[in-house]
Nanobody
Framework: QVQLVESGGGLVQAGGSLRLPCAAS???????MGWYRQVPGKQRELVAA???????NYADSVKGRFTISRDNAKNTVYLQMNSLKPEDTAVYYC??????????????WGQGTQVTVSS
């Protein structure tokens, strides 16, 4: 069983910054790791993702403000969020794509962490 533990959420004023770490407890190989967010009544959306080799992908709404990074040795992914806006308010979820067998991968999710940006 793979567990993902997020932290770092909270309340911040517009223009401020937060850093969200997510640690995965597994000895299996982790492929892509990503951050998603969800607000009530809307679908969960991709914020940023990073491959094991360090290639990144960002939602247009966060490009230039958010940075995703990872430490493969620690099985940890980070989301540095700068210049936060009220519309960034959401529950942020970490996801890891794990190589659970030679020809199989499975996705695991964290429990979510609330980020609230006040205007």
């Amino acid at each position: 069983q793979v567990q993902l533990v997020e932290s770092g959420g909270g309340l911040v004023q517009a223009g401020g910054s937060l850093r969200l770490p997510c640690a995965a407890s597994t000895s299996l190989r982790i492929n892509v790791m990503g951050w998603y967010r969800q607000v009530p009544g809307k679908q969960r959306e991709l914020v940023a993702a990073i491959t094991r080799g360090g290639s990144t992908n960002y939602a247009d709404s966060v490009k230039g403000r958010f940075t995703i990074s990872r430490d493969n040795a620690k099985n940890t992914v980070y989301l540095q969020m700068n210049s936060l806006k009220p519309e960034d308010t959401a529950v942020y979820y970490c996801k890891a794509n794990v190589q659970t067998w030679v020809t199989r991968t499975d996705d695991y999710w964290g429990q979510g962490t609330q980020v609230t940006v006040s205007s």
